[in-house]
């Protein structure tokens, strides 16, 4: 299944399968990008992160694109499970001197069905 | 994360009441926020602080307040709530020592409601 963000903050898949959440950043000088999951009651968790030197970068069974020509982001989840269900965001931070200053995106709602 | 700690978990309170949420985090890290969620608005910066003399707004400061008390603690005020602060807050931190690569690690969150 895949999400194309903003405009589909919700997605459903079934266990087992591959699922693409989706995130366009707003501003071209952003040089690092970082994927959090949110499960429910809990805070945002670190999953992946890509510097704007690379394209792909890959985790365990997670893998997150980075197209910077059309500032977008894909975080990919291999063989989905229920424990995977949560929120996912975006968040792109913009040059090093001005420190962590990440503008994240609204979020995708995982769900993940048995 | 274990090591970001925010308390109180769960606050209720009346509008005109002055609050106060705590962070404290055994990261070690110079670099402190907080953040404010709202359903569909994601996460928004209120204040941020790269070390114990330097505090920040960030986009959504009106109505609040912080006090860095050390390297450790950053809390968060609200000097009089009013019921559109009700949300949920968190309380992040950071090392910039990896250059260009700056991760925020969270805390649990506080949901407060303001009646």
């Known amino acids: 299944g895949e999400s194309v963000g903003l405009h589909l903050p919700t997605l459903s898949v079934q266990e087992g399968d591959n699922s693409i959440i989706n995130c366009a950043y707003s501003?071209?000088?952003?040089?690092?990008f970082i994927w959090y999951k949110q499960e429910s009651g809990k805070g945002p968790q670190f999953i992946i992160d890509?510097?704007?030197?690379?394209d792909k970068r890959q985790g365990q069974r997670v893998t997150v694109l980075l197209n910077k020509t059309v500032k977008h982001l894909s975080l990919q989840i291999a063989a989905t499970q229920p424990g995977d269900s949560a929120v996912y965001f975006c968040?792109?931070?913009?040059?090093?001197?001005?420190?962590?200053?990440?503008?994240f995106g609204e979020g995708t709602q995982l769900t993940v069905n048995p | 994360d274990a090591d970001v700690t925010q308390t109180p978990r769960n606050r209720i309170t009346k509008t005109g009441k002055r609050i106060m949420l705590e962070c404290s985090q055994t990261?070690?890290?110079?670099?402190m926020y907080w953040y404010r969620q709202d359903p569909g608005l994601g996460l928004r910066l209120i204040y941020y602080?790269?070390?114990?003399?330097?505090?920040n707004k960030g986009e959504i400061s009106d109505g609040y307040s912080v006090s860095r008390q050390a390297q450790a603690k950053f809390s968060l005020s609200l000097e009089s709530a009013i019921p559109n602060q009700t949300a949920l807050y968190f309380c992040?931190?950071?090392?910039?020592?990896?250059?260009?690569?700056?991760?925020?690690?969270f805390g649990p969150g506080t949901r407060l409601l303001v009646l």
């Open positions: 992040a931190t950071s090392d910039p020592g990896l250059a260009g690569k700056e991760t925020q690690y």
């Open positions: 501003n071209s000088a952003s040089d690092y």
């Open positions: 890509i510097r704007s030197n690379m």
């Open positions: 968040a792109e931070n913009i040059g090093e001197t001005s420190g962590s200053r990440l503008t």
């Open positions: 990261k070690g890290h110079d670099r």
């Open positions: 602080s790269f070390d114990v003399k330097d505090i």
